[in-house]
């Protein structure tokens, strides 16, 4: 082997607070510190989510500006992807308007969500081609990968529109991540020749990174789905799991692509 991997970090997502984990970062500041922390270990990019000022999750486009900013002024290589996720809060048209408002470079899209209201879909699928968003297609099953299939035959989703996460396992109710659950997903979604990146719900999440990373993909780290080391015991900070990360592909004999970027 010996293809390149990208990390990129998801230190917060929508539901989990300090209570969770203290190094959890949810304002601003602290989530631009963690961007630079996880950059400075080896990832490319950060996954952003941004609160509230009761810490609920938000797609309040000057919340996400004001993250963004902070964000580019301390690491300004790094790249920055908004998510749209509903968390059983937002519906499909704030979704799209969170996208319009925003206008990011990246934006993750739960394809089970745009589901709920084919019209929102045709408009933000449409939008984000035309403004040349990097779309990322959330994935949580075969059927999510089947419905996108259909889409991209319909034409509601773009044929180059290739970008997918892989959601192994589930925060609620709590399934953890098995390495030998990404084989499916490469089964149902063969065809479609996805530029895949995978995500694994608790503490297996280093042995679904591995799996991942044999396979060719990339993947995503951070608190929003795991906040243990392999042996069950809490990380740091989403910096060490980024660090684990970096290690375990440099082992097997991959090169991150943080690393090319330094001699280029």
Request: proline fraction near 4%; hydrophobic fraction near 40%; aromatic fraction near 6%.
């Amino acid at each position: 082997m010996t293809h390149s991997f990208k990390i990129t970090v998801a230190p917060n997502g929508a539901r989990r607070t300090k209570a969770d984990h203290p190094a959890l970062p949810m304002t601003t500041d602290e989530i631009a510190a963690t961007a630079k922390a996880c950059f400075n270990a080896g990832a490319d990019g950060i996954h952003l989510h941004v609160r509230d000022d009761a810490g609920v999750h938000s797609l309040d486009a000057g919340r996400y500006r004001d993250a963004m900013a902070a964000i580019a002024q301390l690491v300004p290589q790094m790249d920055i992807q908004i998510t749209t996720e509903a968390a059983g809060i937002y519906d499909a048209s704030a979704q799209y308007q969170c996208l319009t408002q925003i206008i990011p470079k990246a934006a993750s899209v739960s394809v089970r969500e745009m589901a709920r209201d084919m019209d929102i879909a045709k408009r933000l699928y449409a939008f984000g081609a035309e403004a040349q968003i990097d779309v990322q297609h959330i994935l949580y099953n075969a059927d999510d990968i089947a419905q996108l299939a259909h889409w991209m035959e319909q034409g509601i989703v773009p044929p180059d529109m290739k970008s997918a996460i892989f959601v192994l396992g589930q925060y609620s109710p709590q399934i953890l991540a098995q390495p030998g659950d990404l084989q499916s997903y490469l089964n149902a979604s063969e065809m479609l020749d996805l530029d895949w990146t995978i995500c694994a719900f608790g503490q297996n999440e280093l042995a679904c990174a591995r799996a991942g990373m044999q396979a060719g993909g990339n993947l995503r780290i951070g608190f929003e789905n795991n906040l243990h080391r392999p042996d069950g015991s809490l990380a740091k900070d989403n910096a060490d799991l980024v660090t684990l990360t970096v290690n375990e592909g440099r082992a097997l004999g991959l090169t991150p692509t943080s690393d090319l970027q330094k001699v280029s």
